[in-house]
């Protein structure tokens, strides 16, 4: 079944008020999808940082950083926090713009678990 695009809106307005934010109202794949777009941009940026502050990484502030930073991770010989940012990226990819995602709940799980692999790491 197609993901109804509208669901995030309605993620965006309970995210917007707080105080009557009430996730049981909210689509459950909206949330999913959501949650696991958050763990790659928190692994992606956390990553950024890390190469940046410590290894003195110049990068854009665009699209383009997000290869660079996995590239950057290779040559470093780092390729667990590479694979596992380019496999985040993949399941962000699939949750932000396929109309229909199978299994959204295990991608979730499998999203949180990389994105804190990815952090812990690079403390």
């Known amino acids: 079944m197609a993901f109804n695009w509208a669901e995030y809106l309605n993620l965006a307005q309970a995210l917007a008020a707080p105080a ?18 958050r763990a790659y941009y928190a692994a992606f ?12 990484l110049l990068l854009r502030y665009n699209g383009d950083d997000h290869s660079l930073i996995k590239r950057h ?3 470093r010989r780092a390729h667990g926090v590479a694979h596992k940012l ?8 699939e949750s932000d713009y396929a109309d229909a995602a199978s299994d959204l709940p295990a991608k979730l ?15």
């Open 20 to 37: 009557t934010f009430n996730a049981a109202t909210l689509n459950a794949d909206a949330l999913a999808r959501c949650a696991i777009s």
């Open 45 to 56: 940026c956390h990553a950024r940082n890390y190469a940046r502050d410590r290894h003195g």
């Open 73 to 75: 991770f290779l040559q």
């Open 86 to 93: 380019d496999k985040l990226r993949s399941l962000r990819n």
């Open 109 to 123: 799980a499998d999203a949180l678990a990389e994105a804190q692999k990815v952090i812990a790491i690079l403390k």
